[in-house]
């Protein structure tokens, strides 16, 4: 068990100087068993079979500290902590962007990465098949042919065909300790696999968000640079017309320059972004298409739930466990090396001089062999084992520790930054329409004579930094409803209000 202690310190060694006591005492008692069973053997080796003693502690998961409720929440949160990615409604659909569910469902199919760790998935599948068969016996056949000449006696042969068989008895759980780790382990890719796409939707939704978002900073680039190409042309006409200095020429002229500068940084990050969108759906480097634009975008709400409920949600937390799980089953295995192995083998066949004797009554032959191997003296070895699986246990226990803690922050970060970035853009949004309607008035304070053409400068330049800022704090706020949903492990309820 692991818990907190007063001071708010991880409480773990003491709880393995528990579970070491406990194998301990364990395996004392397997050895006081086999003394007596050992001298009748022959009798009680079935019954010795069917209660051998499996060696480690049983899996209990450990005691974790869990906030009752998220640090930045206006309400409790309280995710349905069975749905998965592939349950519908997906969470990205809430976005109301078609474009963006095909470019999902596209990611879902062709990521290499992805790809990879379904692949990985296979492999552990495979690998836990082969810790299964190790417990059972073992079958083979063999054949041998063969003639010599031996002086003084003449020509002969020599013709077999055998069946063998040999079976390793799991007479102290190591083989069931190694299916338990084959199995958590198995467990573990998967939930890694599901942890990888879980990321991969999170990235390609956050992408096609930055790209919307970039679009429309390109376009009130663009449209600054219109208006301010007008205000040249206007003012060419005055300069040569002798109604204005050339002073107020060169300032109109910088700022159209400013706007014309903003327009290849926009493009060439556009440019990157569909590049890297397209590499995460699969496709070479390419242009990805847009069904709408950032404002058309939905902004999904955040329903009530319970910080506990990320336990049995996160794909790192379980994946964290189930690594725990297995390192906690190889404690046992490594405690399996004091005992001895007892394995059975036996040959069945025939074998002949002759060929045509060889399936003959006389020719059958077979034999059987059972075969004890413990160990006396190893220089250490098996204790330095027994040392590195406990070590290995419990970086288990603290990462898995570790894993719920960062969960606990990605979620609160995840809501303060809704929470600001939703200020923010209201701020903002306020801004902006003051700065349109400052613009205006400047304009007409400048053509009655009222002020120079430098206050209409000033507030144009404000207005094209909000408009900017603006669209970058909306995408902001879509891009933290991202990171929430992926910090909270994927789906939320269905039936969280709209």
């Not at 349950?87 to 990205?92: H, M, N, Y």
């Not at 902001?476 to 949903?485: E, G, H, K, S």
Request: glycine share 10%; with cysteine; charged share 20%.
């Amino acid at each position: 068990m692991m818990g907190m202690n007063g001071g708010g310190r991880l409480a773990v060694r003491p709880a393995f100087r528990q579970q070491t006591s406990q194998r301990q005492g364990g395996a004392m008692q397997c050895l006081r068993c086999a003394r007596r069973c050992l001298p009748a053997a022959g009798v009680l080796l079935p019954a010795l079979l069917l209660a051998g003693c499996v060696q480690g502690p049983a899996y209990v998961r450990p005691t974790v500290q869990v906030p009752s409720h998220y640090r930045f929440a206006s309400t409790p949160l309280r995710p349905d902590p069975v749905a998965t990615l592939a349950e519908v409604p997906r969470w990205w659909r809430h976005f109301g962007d078609a474009q963006l569910d095909a470019l999902v469902d596209e990611a879902l199919r062709a990521n290499h990465d992805l790809g990879i760790a379904t692949a990985r998935v296979d492999e552990f599948a495979a690998r836990a098949a082969a810790v299964r068969a190790e417990a059972l016996p073992v079958l083979g056949y063999g054949a041998a042919a063969g003639r010599q000449r031996t002086p003084g006696v003449g020509t002969g042969g020599n013709y077999a065909g055998l069946l063998s068989a040999s079976w390793e008895l799991d007479l102290w759980g190591r083989l069931r300790r190694e299916r338990e780790a084959a199995r958590a382990e198995l467990m573990a890719t998967e939930e890694a696999r599901r942890g990888v796409a879980l990321t991969l939707v999170a990235a390609v939704v956050t992408g096609y968000i930055t790209l919307l978002d970039l679009d429309r900073q390109l376009e009130i680039a663009r449209a600054t640079l219109a208006g301010r190409g007008q205000n040249v042309a206007v003012f060419q006409q005055r300069l040569d017309g002798g109604a204005l200095s050339e002073l107020e020429m060169l300032q109109v002229t910088a700022e159209y320059e400013s706007a014309a500068a903003a327009i290849p940084e926009l493009e060439q990050a556009l440019a990157m972004q569909e590049h890297a969108l397209s590499v995460l759906v699969g496709r070479n480097p390419g242009a990805i298409a847009r069904a709408g634009t950032l404002q058309a975008l939905h902004a999904p709400s955040v329903p009530p739930g319970l910080p506990s409920d990320l336990l049995a949600r996160r794909p790192d937390i379980l994946q964290s466990e189930q690594a725990l799980v297995a390192a906690n089953a190889r404690v046992g295995v490594a405690r399996t090396l004091y005992f001895p192995r007892l394995s059975l083998s036996g040959d069945a066949g025939s074998a002949s001089a002759e060929l045509d004797r060889l399936f003959t009554g006389p020719a059958r032959t077979w034999s059987f062999a059972g075969q004890l191997l413990g160990p006396i003296f190893a220089g250490g070895s098996i204790a330095a084992a027994n040392q590195q699986a406990e070590a290995r246990n419990q970086q288990a226990v603290l990462a898995y520790q570790g894993a719920i803690q960062d969960a606990f922050r990605d979620v609160d970060d995840a809501l303060v930054a809704i929470q600001s970035n939703t200020t923010l853009v209201a701020s903002l949004e306020r801004r902006v329409a003051a700065l349109r309607r400052a613009v205006g008035l400047a304009v007409e304070r400048y053509d009655n004579g009222y002020s120079d053409h430098l206050e209409v400068l000033d507030t144009e330049r404000g207005l094209f930094s909000a408009e900017l800022a603006l669209s970058s704090a909306r995408g902001n706020r879509y891009r933290a409803l991202v990171a929430l949903y992926q910090a909270l492990g994927g789906d939320w309820a269905t039936e969280a209000p709209q």
